[in-house]
């Protein structure tokens, strides 16, 4: 009996498909950061470009001075959503500014006119103008970064809403502090 329980165990095991997960810590301009995660197929890892048909969960969070602003979640996805999504694996980034066919790079719940513009809740943008959010059906010009700003994945989770890295509870003093000034 416990061998006919492993063994079916086994072949459930492999035929799950394991996902690779990415964390997205994007900063745009005047204190607009956005924060998210993405899950696709492990075996894509190796792929040249991951698009949206490949990506199995995605959800992303944008705010405004480390205050949410809204969220969108890949679950969310009607027919008439704007969902498309560009990934370079192997280099663990977002293509930008031209570098794939089309005006628009990145198109999450936004497609970069403000006429499809995270109405409701929240979207993200990156095409040929510039890389920036719209809330709630209105384009935030002011969160916008230049098209070709890098914009990279990452391994772990951001430390927090601003994508600073870790703070640092305390600090030795040194005794050649007072030298550097």
Do not use: H
């Given at each position: 009996?416990?061998?006919?329980?492993?063994?079916?165990?086994?072949?459930?095991?492999?035929?799950?498909?394991?996902?690779?997960?990415?964390?997205?810590?994007?900063?745009?301009?005047?204190?607009?950061?956005?924060?998210?995660?993405m899950e696709?197929?492990?075996?894509?890892?190796?792929?040249?470009?991951?698009?949206?048909?490949?990506?199995?969960?995605?959800?992303?969070?944008?705010?405004?001075?480390?205050?949410?602003?809204?969220?969108?979640d890949?679950?969310?996805?009607?027919?008439?959503?704007?969902?498309?999504?560009?990934?370079?694996?192997?280099?663990?980034?977002?293509?930008?500014?031209?570098?794939?066919?089309?005006?628009?790079?990145?198109?999450?719940?936004?497609?970069?006119?403000?006429?499809?513009?995270g109405?409701?809740?929240?979207?993200?943008?990156?095409?040929?103008?510039?890389?920036?959010?719209?809330?709630?059906?209105?384009?935030?010009?002011?969160?916008?970064?230049?098209?070709?700003?890098?914009?990279?994945?990452?391994?772990?989770?951001?430390?927090?809403?601003?994508?600073?890295?870790?703070?640092?509870?305390?600090?030795?003093?040194?005794?050649?502090?007072?030298e550097?000034?």
């Open positions: 009996m416990m061998r006919g329980v492993l063994a079916v165990s086994m072949i459930l095991s492999a035929s799950q498909s394991q996902a690779a997960l990415v964390y997205l810590c994007w900063v745009g301009n005047n204190g607009y950061t956005m924060t998210g995660t696709f197929p492990d075996a894509l890892q190796d792929a040249p470009m991951v698009t949206e048909a490949d990506v199995t969960r995605f959800k992303i969070a944008g705010y405004l001075d480390g205050n949410l602003l809204g969220t969108w890949l679950a969310d996805k009607t027919p008439t959503t704007t969902w498309y999504l560009r990934y370079i694996p192997s280099e663990m980034r977002f293509p930008t500014n031209g570098e794939v066919p089309g005006i628009i790079d990145q198109g999450w719940n936004a497609d970069g006119t403000a006429e499809d513009c109405n409701p809740g929240f979207g993200f943008n990156a095409g040929n103008y510039a890389q920036d959010f719209c809330v709630n059906g209105v384009w935030v010009e002011p969160s916008g970064m230049p098209p070709p700003t890098p914009f990279l994945a990452q391994n772990e989770a951001p430390y927090s809403t601003d994508c600073a890295g870790p703070k640092l509870m305390s600090r030795l003093e040194l005794p050649w502090d007072d550097l000034g």
